[in-house]
């Protein structure tokens, strides 16, 4: 984690994109897929910096072609999506070993981060005010731990959660961040009722601490592709966050995690 010097520079910068991220989020529909497809080309850019430095500009054409077409897929239906998911990363693999560069590499930065966008947009599912709801509980447990991760981290310090892959991160920031994303996911559930579906606010308790941990897995995980590909950032869009991909690496996990506990509700409503 950054020390307390970058606080400054990152609350300035949260400032600036986070309205923006909100908006796009409330209003939906294309508002929402237009913020998507802007990210995934971001997106795609930097991964294309980290895994294949020599000759980035075709690996992130490649990896950016294929997301656009999944996440354009996933605004029409879920399974298509999928599958287009699938049949993507092939091709950006295909493609990245017949210019001489790691085929897996490409394939991986198409399902690293397009299972993710497609999670995203099928909660948002649209105007529906469901979808809303649980758009919201993945962005305020994803933004609530990693802040409170960072700040309790960077004032109580201690014991290194993994040095190997990632130096600044301690325990005390992970359990600080736990506690903050499961506090933030009973708050939704108490200021939406009956937003998320879900019968009692405990639950949103429940839902924030497995947003939070997937937060916090996010984070490590992106440490050690990092540590891999020898970069200490996957880039210098966000001035005191590195890249956008630093910035949203424990989002996308918690999208994936509490995408999957929604559709498990469904599921359990749908057997009822």
């Known amino acids: 984690m950054p020390s307390l010097r970058n606080l400054g520079l990152r609350a300035v910068s949260a400032l600036v994109l986070a309205p923006l991220a909100v908006l796009a989020i409330w209003a939906g529909d294309l508002w929402f897929l237009?913020?998507?497809?802007?990210?995934?080309?971001?997106?795609?850019?930097?991964?294309a910096q980290m895994c294949a430095p020599a000759r980035p500009i075709p690996i992130a054409c490649a990896v950016g072609a294929a997301l656009l077409a999944v996440t354009a897929t996933a605004n029409v239906a879920l399974?298509?999506?999928?599958?287009?998911?699938?049949?993507?990363?092939?091709?950006?693999?295909?493609?990245?070993?017949?210019?001489?560069?790691?085929?897996?590499d490409a394939a991986y930065g198409v399902l690293y981060l397009g299972w993710p966008a497609i999670l995203l947009i099928w909660l948002r599912d649209g105007n529906s005010g469901m979808g809303l709801s649980w758009t919201i509980l993945v962005f305020v447990v994803a933004w609530s731990a990693d802040v409170m991760a960072f700040l309790v981290g960077s004032l109580l310090k201690g014991p290194k959660l993994w040095p190997r892959y990632s130096p600044n991160k301690t325990w005390s920031g992970f359990v600080g961040g736990l506690v903050a994303g499961a506090v933030a996911g009973?708050?939704?559930?108490?200021?939406?009722?009956?937003?998320?579906?879900?019968?009692?606010?405990?639950?949103?308790?429940?839902?924030?601490?497995?947003?939070?941990?997937?937060?916090?897995?996010?984070?490590?995980?992106?440490?050690?592709?990092?540590?891999?590909?020898g970069v200490?950032?996957?880039?210098?869009?966000?001035p005191g966050h590195g890249g956008l991909l630093d910035r949203v690496d424990g989002l996308m996990f918690a999208a994936v995690v509490l995408a999957a506990a929604r559709l498990g509700l469904i599921m359990m409503d749908g057997a009822a």
Do not use: N
């Not at 298509?80 to 897996?104: D, H, K, Y």
């Not at 939704?188 to 949103?204: E, K, N, R, S």
């Not at 200490?232 to 966000?238: E, H, V």
């Open 79 to 104: 399974s298509p999506a999928l599958v287009t998911l699938v049949f993507a990363a092939a091709l950006a693999g295909v493609f990245a070993r017949r210019i001489g560069q790691e085929g897996l």
């Open 232 to 238: 200490k950032d996957a880039g210098g869009l966000i």
């Open 34 to 47: 237009a913020i998507m497809l802007a990210a995934c080309a971001v997106l795609a850019r930097e991964w």
């Open 186 to 229: 009973w708050l939704v559930a108490m200021l939406i009722p009956g937003g998320l579906g879900v019968p009692h606010p405990v639950w949103g308790l429940l839902l924030g601490l497995a947003g939070a941990l997937a937060t916090m897995a996010g984070d490590l995980w992106e440490s050690a592709l990092k540590r891999r590909y």
